[in-house]
């Protein structure tokens, strides 16, 4: 039994894939002993292959520099064909029960031990040969993951150490039912796409990819973040009775969806969804939600390898247009950077990539490319309602400049006769304390603000959104938090402009008492939590929540706000827990 972060829900019975994230980095990789047949069946394949690429190279480089210099490849030949070395190999999988790659990295690697240890200049060289044939041979074995991870059978759930988004993103969610990783926090992006694609998900389960072995039965968790791996009987009776019983509720709960979202006290409360890829718009209208509070647009860069062009915006952008139909659509211009990107793509990785060149900064230093996804936004408002939002702000120089560009892009279409919609609404995100803290100043300058509590939380607090180790301390119930977001609020009543919260936590009903108490009227939230969402609202009235948030201001600790929250919901609305502890 293995606990870690829950970050999507569901519950699923599966068979374990362990895959390596980092196709180039090795870990040790335990396997069944019913697994070694086939890991030696891999190792010889991927040496036959590794053989022939020499080869080549061999044929290349000797018409380059002649046979001396290219005979070094021979011996990388060889080495591949040497009895005592492939014996080896053999006897760890074998012996140690580990993958084929932990097996050759690690004969390759005592091997190079062995002459480094020599002390002696030929030796030395051999070393670097002996570095360079384990490379090869780690690409041709992990390489294949990519492979093995399409060829997935039904009912797989990923264990990985970690996952990217982008790889989260390409899975194929009709065999691929769950995944566990090891590293990773409640608000990453990796969570977040997880909870779109509505994969049960948990992260931070912190050594679980040392124990879990391919084929094993395991059972995924995503509301509790527990993990079994192995399950006796009556475990695996237990949670099948889980998951029938999450059936029933879910269908209960879908009968919500086409009821207006208003209070017991007749406020109208705008439910709008987050989503990371156009289509999503269906899924965010069918559970009941009202039009999109936040296109995640970087994920048009993340799901494909090279930059999308104008056309390639403009047809995502259009798209969500048609598919909104009138609706609410606020459009987040592109926050690539930190855990989303491309930090393999840098050549110089960042430090403190959260902290870096991300969002609208990484925006504003690359204005080409700022423009293309401007000038598709702008085109696309020709043909339905778009608001423009502009993340990660932290100075009003930023927002300044940004809407200096866009005016600069209003100005080049308008010459090309291209028409747009002149009077877009521009607003931002506030997700980092000096936006927040200056929310008034901010306020004069923009049409709207939508908080993201996933950043607000990480930078108020100085806690890593996607860091395991540090998670107990990533609380939204802060107090530190909560009196910026009310300062938000009331920058937002001052000044007359709209105020809505679009991080993860607008999407527990709890916390979403709290906000409307401090006067949001718009949550923006993943899909799959609308329903429930909907249904807590139309169960409190305004002064209900407005009392719970003059208690919780009066309160200091993470711990009693979160008690507290819990206890007023469930004095409330005690039917949405009864509901949920049929979960
Ligand atoms: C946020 O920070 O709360 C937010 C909604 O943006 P993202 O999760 O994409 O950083
Ligand atoms: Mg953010």
Do not use: W
């Not at 670097?128 to 041979?137: A, G």
């Not at 902290?355 to 080409?368: D, F, T």
């Amino acid at each position: 039994m293995f606990k870690g972060l829950p970050v999507s829900p569901g519950v699923v019975i599966g068979r374990v894939m362990t895959i390596d994230a980092d196709e180039l980095r090795v870990i040790r990789r335990p396997i069944g002993a019913s697994a070694v047949k086939e890991e030696l069946k891999r190792l010889e394949r991927a040496i036959a292959t590794a053989i022939s690429d020499i080869e080549e190279v061999y044929k290349q480089a000797k018409a380059q520099m002649g046979k001396q210099t290219a005979d070094i490849f021979q011996f990388h030949i060889q080495m591949l064909k040497d009895a005592t070395l492939l014996k080896g190999i053999r006897g760890r999988v074998e012996r140690d029960l580990v993958s084929a790659d932990t097996a050759a990295h690690e004969e390759l690697g005592a091997l190079a031990a062995k002459f480094r240890s020599m002390n002696n200049s030929v030796f030395a060289t051999k070393v670097n040969d002996i570095d360079d044939l384990s490379r090869r041979l780690h690409k041709h074995l992990v390489g294949e993951q990519v492979t093995r991870l399409k060829a997935a059978d039904d009912n797989t759930v990923v264990v990985a150490k970690d996952l990217t988004p982008s790889q989260t993103v390409g899975f194929d969610r009709s065999r691929i039912i769950g995944f566990v990783t090891d590293l990773g926090g409640l608000t990453s992006h990796t969570a977040i796409i997880a909870k779109a694609l509505e994969i049960p998900a948990v992260v931070g389960a912190q050594t679980l990819l040392k124990h879990a072995l391919d084929g094993q039965t395991i059972i995924v968790d995503g509301d509790t973040g527990a993990v079994v791996l192995n399950p006796t009987e009556q475990t695996l009776e237990q949670y099948r009775r889980t998951i029938e019983q999450r059936r029933t509720y879910r269908v209960s709960l879908g009968e919500i969806a086409n009821l207006p979202s208003v209070t017991l006290d007749g406020v109208k409360i705008n439910i709008v969804g987050n989503i990371e890829l156009p289509a999503e718009i269906e899924k965010v209208l069918k559970m009941g939600g009202e039009g999109v509070g936040l296109y995640r647009t970087e994920y048009l860069y993340l799901t494909r390898p090279d930059e999308p062009s104008e056309e390639d915006h403009y047809k995502a952008y259009k798209q969500c247009v048609d598919l909104a139909a009138g609706r609410e659509l606020v459009i987040r211009t592109m926050d690539l950077g930190a855990d989303k990107m491309t930090q393999s793509r840098e050549e110089v990785p960042e430090r403190n990539p959260f902290l870096g060149n991300r969002s609208i900064r990484y925006c504003l230093r690359n204005v080409p490319m700022f423009k293309r996804q401007l000038r598709a936004i702008l085109r696309a408002s020709a043909h339905g309602p778009i608001k423009i939002m502009f993340p990660l702000v932290s100075t009003l120089l930023e927002l300044r400049q940004a809407k200096f560009i866009l005016h600069d892009v209003m100005e080049d279409l308008t010459e090309e006769g291209v028409k747009f919609d002149k009077n877009i609404p521009v607003g931002m995100m506030v997700e980092v304390p000096s936006a927040a803290l200056l929310a008034d100043t901010f306020a004069r300058e923009v049409n709207f603000f939508s908080i993201g509590t996933n950043d607000l939380i990480q930078y108020t607090l100085a806690v890593d959104r996607i860091n395991e180790r540090v998670a107990h301390l990533y609380q939204a119930t802060n107090p530190a938090v909560i009196k910026l977001i009310r300062d938000v609020a009331r920058a937002g009543r001052h000044r007359d402009i709209p105020v809505s919260c679009c991080g993860e936590a607008a999407g527990d009903p709890e916390y979403a008492m709290l906000l409307l108490g401090l006067g949001l009227r718009t949550l923006s939230v993943s899909s799959t939590v609308i329903p429930q969402l909907k249904r807590f609202v139309r169960s409190v009235t305004i002064p209900q929540c407005e009392l719970v948030a003059r208690k919780v201001l009066s309160l200091d600790s993470d711990v009693q706000i979160s008690a507290l929250l819990r206890d007023s919901a469930r004095k409330i609305v005690p039917e949405a827990y009864s509901g949920r502890s049929a979960e």
